[in-house]
């Protein structure tokens, strides 16, 4: 006997402008919560169909569609398994399955590798509809011997597009220290023996996750495996005493054991969590053309731009002080995947005016969903304290917007880049006034 679970996650629709923290489920819902720790056992290895919404906590359209998933899991107990996914919160495990906006339903079926996008309405009649049409169908499929419907998650090397473990970089007791050791890249290191079975089952799912991981994070997280029955050196320095030991190696740190799962889509979200925290912290730029700002806003959710004070009034010590307190909120909020950027009080009259600061109170900051074109203001001081607060009070959703002026951004004037310089008066013309008789002058004219 089946116990049958259908997963959903819904179809891609824009949401709000700003995120917050809070679940939109709790323990005591019929909606199952699922993470990248236990989304591979629960539903990838599991026998069920399954229906499971992924959103982001901060999304409008998700908040209203939460009671309607609610009835609908009520409903289907015991007959249709429902789970929900935090993809604001992991990140990870959404971008695995390609979920590029919030709510998003995809169907797990008999298939697991294989999922079917949800296109049906939002209310919980449609929702049950739907799971039990899908399950209809799964019963069928199984009833005529075209699907056993159970996947374990496992996949061959051909059914994950002929990778193999060319990606899974092999570490000697010759070859580690130079590869590894103070590397700036993230290092995830196997330790294995041959003769070992949980290393056999390991095998192909390292691999896979080897080839995911490199092309997501660019290379900068790696793969490895070390035989420790050959390099004891190795196995003997870092304390190996059982097989598979998997050990996490970053640049001026200690190694750490990994203790996550075993499986592809677990080993890919702890690596990009590595990733997103060892990134670097986002470039902070200087509006000197369109081009910056366009590139900047378009490719981030959110845009922060500071305006500070003219040279002439700071100094070149002064503006470097106001930079380093933006460089160091890039970096706090790196995860965020913001962008940043700055300008010189008047060289973009026209964009000041659009974000409500018009040509007083410097320095200002303004963060800006381009998408949406809505606004935020800082409100409080421009200071570590301060951008945090602002910064924080938008993550959590709250705070006041405005649209931005026009409906679109302005021009924006192509200047000279900062030269790191303090300022200089413009220097005038000298009068001659040697030539001149002031006694000539009429005194009723003075």
């Known amino acids: 006997e089946y116990n049958l679970g259908l997963l959903f996650v819904l179809g891609a629709v824009s949401c709000t402008f700003f995120l917050a923290a809070n679940s939109l489920y709790s323990s005591s819902d019929d909606v199952i919560e699922l993470t990248p720790t236990n989304f591979n056992k629960e539903v990838i290895q599991s026998d069920s169909l399954w229906l499971v919404e992924f959103y982001a906590p901060w999304c409008g359209h998700c908040q209203r569609l939460t009671p309607e998933w609610k009835k609908a899991a009520t409903a289907l107990k015991g007959v249709v398994k429902v789970g929900a996914v935090d993809a604001d919160k992991h990140q990870s495990l959404g971008g695995q399955y390609g979920v590029r906006g919030f709510p998003t339903i ?31 169908s799964l019963v069928k499929d199984r009833l005529s011997g075209r699907s056993g419907g159970y996947s374990s998650g496992k996949q061959s090397s051909q059914e994950s597009g002929g990778r193999d473990k060319k990606d899974v970089i092999e570490l000697t007791d010759d070859s580690f220290d130079k590869n590894v050791v103070n590397s700036d890249d993230v290092w995830l290191v196997e330790f294995y023996a041959p003769w070992c079975g949980h290393c056999k089952n390991l095998e192909p799912e390292w691999a896979a996750a080897a080839a995911e991981v490199k092309e997501q994070t660019k290379g900068k997280v ?14 003997s320095r870092y304390g190996i005493r059982g097989f598979p030991t998997i050990k996490i190696f970053q640049k001026g740190e200690d190694p750490v054991d990994y203790d996550g799962g075993r499986t592809r889509s677990d080993i ?60 160091k909120m890039a970096d706090k909020y790196k995860k965020k995947m913001w962008g940043w950027l700055w300008t010189e009080a008047g060289a973009q009259s026209e964009l000041e005016n659009s974000l409500g600061i018009g040509g007083f109170g410097y320095p200002a900051m303004a963060a800006v969903n381009a998408r949406k074109m809505k606004f935020a203001l800082l409100k409080g001081s421009f200071s570590e304290q301060g951008i945090n607060e602002f910064l924080r009070e938008l993550s959590f959703g709250r705070g006041s917007t405005a649209p931005v002026g026009g409906g679109g951004f302005p021009k924006i004037n192509t200047v000279e880049p900062w030269d790191g310089k303090d300022g200089e008066l413009p220097v005038e013309d000298d009068i001659d006034l040697s030539d001149v008789d002031l006694d000539d002058w009429d005194k009723d004219e003075l």
């Open 222 to 235: 790696k793969l490895a495996a070390v035989d420790a029955t050959v390099n004891q050196m190795l196995a």
């Open 268 to 327: 890919v979200a702890r690596a990009l969590d590595l990733f997103s925290e060892s990134a670097p912290p986002p470039e902070l730029l200087e509006i000197i053309d369109e081009n910056v700002v366009k590139s900047t806003c378009d490719a981030h959710q959110l845009c922060v731009i500071a305006v500070l004070p003219h040279i002439l009034d700071t100094g070149a010590a002064g503006r470097n002080s106001y930079l380093e307190v933006m460089l």
């Open 106 to 136: 995809k169907i797990f079926g008999s298939n697991k590798n294989k999922a079917e996008d949800y296109q049906g309405g939002r209310t919980s009649d449609a929702i049950v509809d739907a799971a039990l049409s899908a399950l209809r």
